[in-house]
């Protein structure tokens, strides 16, 4: 049995059971021997070796824990071309859920000629930060064309979308003076740029509006600058902020008001143009609007709209643009175009609308747990266990379907989850095919293994 071959459901189940004590017999021992070692006898040579460093061992115990199991890693797969409702990976031709391309502008002839045409003109690189000599006029096309599409006065575009939210958030809020009001479940990005600022940090429970008044009824009167950050669409859930409850509250208590638009930016909306257009709000009460340009602008990097007087600042100031390369000319290309046809094609966010709302209607009726997503690309088949959610996408990679398992601790382990992103390109039959074949395959692991689960320290934390 312990070549993993051919393992028996009742073998693999043991096998668990093994593999959870030994990990558990090792991690005591091991806490056991630093708590009775001198810092006179202790073998500092440990840490500057990382093979003994625990998490990376606790890495290679999920690497074995997926050979014994004989699942394959679902990581790192490398999609051999252009990625939408179809990738081809290791030569075969599966149906995609795991493309951030909801409106099919990554691998559009316009948007790949834009970015070329860029290259031609400017090159590869700008080769410096945008305050020295990387400034060029596509660059300012650009923050032009963002801010027209949200209706404020001005955008700055930077080279990463996590690195957007880390260094503005860590720059514009500070120790000692500010707080930082964020959701639940927000983004890494978001919760590294409130550690980066050192200002306080208060996390509400998820889109729980009424509780942010409460806490900010409380605490609002010990601080100078207040800071809400929220999300046009949940990334993990699929859900959409109230976005008009939390103007309200920002506005009654004085504070300013963030929204990460990554997942709702070309996606939600009448016509596509995220949670403004949703909502029917004027762009000028949210004083951050953020996104990232890799998933409906067919690009990368990340931008923040606003007042022209907090873009200038940031401008002259924020470390992750100063200090950082600008934005290439390809990517700003890209995302330029890709802007372009966002704002005069809203059909291709309809189209992506109504695929995520006929999948969301076929998981229901096969009686799929999909949370609370609503209105959005972004919906998650919950599992409730995170060995469930790893062999269920497994056996769909087998069947010719690529969608990703989120596990703890990116999710508490109850809520592990397959996390399927709807795109415009999507087929009824794909659609159908997929929840079908999701359905039956939960129902037999279910059923074979329902007392199996991965301990949390095998699953990455």
């Known amino acids: 049995m312990s070549d993993g071959k051919n393992l028996s459901v009742e073998e693999k189940k043991e ?8 990990k558990s017999a090792k991690q005591a021992q091991g806490a056991a021997s630093a708590a009775t070692q ?17 998490e990376v061992q606790t890495l290679a115990a999920q690497f074995e824990t997926l050979r014994m199991l004989q699942v394959s890693n679902p990581y790192f797969r490398v999609n051999e071309g252009i990625v939408n409702d179809k990738t081809r990976i290791e030569g075969r031709e599966l149906i995609s859920f795991s493309s951030y391309n909801y409106i099919g502008l990554s691998g559009d002839p316009r948007v790949s000629q834009a970015a070329k045409e860029a290259v031609d003109k400017y090159g590869t690189s700008v080769s410096a930060s945008r305050i020295a000599t990387g400034e060029r006029p596509i660059h300012q096309e650009l923050e032009k064309e ?3 599409l949200l209706g404020v006065e001005d955008a700055i575009v930077m080279v990463s979308g996590h690195a957007t939210n880390v260094t503005v958030i860590g720059h514009l809020m500070r120790p000692g003076k500010d707080l930082i009001l964020y959701d639940a479940l927000s983004h890494n990005s978001i919760i590294e740029g409130c550690v980066l600022s050192g200002a306080r940090r208060i996390a509400f429970p998820h889109e729980n509006w009424e509780e942010l008044d409460k806490i900010l009824t409380e605490v609002r009167g010990d601080y100078e600058r207040v800071l809400i950050t929220i999300e046009g669409v949940y990334s993990m859930d699929g859900d959409i902020a109230a976005l008009p409850k939390f103007i309200e509250i920002k506005k009654k208590h004085h504070a300013l008001l963030m929204v990460d638009e990554a997942h709702s930016m070309g996606v939600i909306g009448p016509h596509g143009l995220g949670i403004r257009d949703y909502y029917g709000v004027d762009g000028r009460e949210v004083d951050l609007w953020m996104a990232t340009f890799s998933k409906s602008f067919a690009s990368c990097g990340g931008y923040i709209a606003g007042k022209k007087t907090l873009i200038d600042y940031l401008k002259y100031n924020t470390p992750g643009f100063v200090y950082s390369v600008g934005i290439s000319p390809a990517n700003a290309g890209a995302a330029l175009a890709a802007a372009k046809i966002m704002k005069s094609e809203p059909k291709r966010a309809l189209k992506t609308q109504a695929n995520a709302r006929y999948f969301l209607d076929k998981a229901k009726q096969k009686g799929l747990n999909t949370g609370p997503s609503k209105d959005s690309a972004v919906i998650p088949i919950i599992t409730g266990n995170s ?4 062999i269920l996408a497994d056996a769909l990679f087998k069947d010719g379907i690529n969608v990703q398992p989120i596990l703890y601790p990116a999710v508490p382990d109850n809520e592990a989850r397959l996390r399927f992103f709807i795109t ?3 087929t009824e039959a794909e659609i159908n095919e997929t929840v079908e074949k999701c359905a039956v395959h ?6 074979d293994m329902a007392d199996v689960s991965f301990p949390k320290s095998m699953i990455g934390g």
Do not use: C, W
């Not at 096998?15 to 030994?22: C, I, T, V």
């Not at 939960?442 to 059923?447: A, Q, T």
């Open 15 to 22: 096998l668990l059971k093994r593999l959870m004590k030994e």
């Open 38 to 54: 001198s810092a006179a006898n202790r073998d500092f040579s440990v840490y500057t070796q990382f093979e003994h460093f625990p």
């Open 146 to 148: 963002i801010a027209g």
């Open 387 to 390: 060995a469930h959610a790893l």
């Open 424 to 426: 415009t390109d999507h």
């Open 442 to 447: 939960l129902e037999r692991i279910r059923r």
